[in-house]
């Protein structure tokens, strides 16, 4: 079980990393269509959409890596099962918060393709095509969270140190 979450979470971070590609071929192509008058439309609102499953795919994975930001400076005044505490109800409080993020994006995404809802751009593109990245990049952290929950609540979690902190000056 272990290797599937690490590869699902490994496969949202390529996902992630795929769509940050494609935002910066998005802006590429709008420059272009700008300087050339090549008359391609919606790079703008595709750049946009790319920009945000980019964001939401990476979440778990950035999650898992220790690379958000964790204000820790209660924790380390904290006694070690205070600080097991705070970590069990920060963590639940999170997976209830990406429930509900998961909830109605999922929800949103269904309701966009019911309605056949369109973008209002020129490009009318059908929404529930980008909004499908937002609600599996919730989905996916909400497991990420669920995981580190139980790992914790069996005292099996480590926590991954953010390299950024090496870098600091």
């Known amino acids: 079980m272990r290797a599937l979450l690490d ?3 490994m496969a949202a971070g390529y996902a992630a990393a795929f769509f940050m590609v494609a935002t910066l071929l ?7 269509d700008r300087a050339l008058a090549l008359g391609w439309r919606g790079t ?7 920009m945000a499953a980019c964001g939401f795919l990476a979440l778990a994975h950035t999650f898992k890596r220790g690379e958000h930001i964790r204000v820790s400076l209660l924790l380390q005044a904290a006694s070690p099962r205070m600080q097991r505490a705070m970590e069990i109800w920060s ?4 997976s209830l918060l990406a429930a509900a993020l998961s909830f109605y ?5 269904w ?3 019911e309605f ?8 009318a593109t059908p929404l529930w095509i980008p909004q499908v990245a937002m609600a599996v990049g919730a989905v996916v952290l909400l497991i990420a969270l669920l995981d580190e929950l139980l790992l914790e609540l069996r005292g099996k979690r480590v926590l991954r140190a953010s390299a950024e902190q ?3 000056e």
């Open 44 to 50: 703008d609102m595709y750049a946009g959409y790319a």
């Open 116 to 123: 056949q809802d369109i973008s209002t751009g020129n490009d």
């Open 111 to 113: 309701q966009s393709w």
């Open 166 to 168: 090496l870098r600091n």
């Open 26 to 32: 998005m802006v590429v192509a709008g420059i272009a």
């Open 91 to 94: 963590l639940l409080a999170a």
């Open 105 to 109: 994006s999922i929800k949103l995404t």
């Open 7 to 9: 590869r699902l979470y």
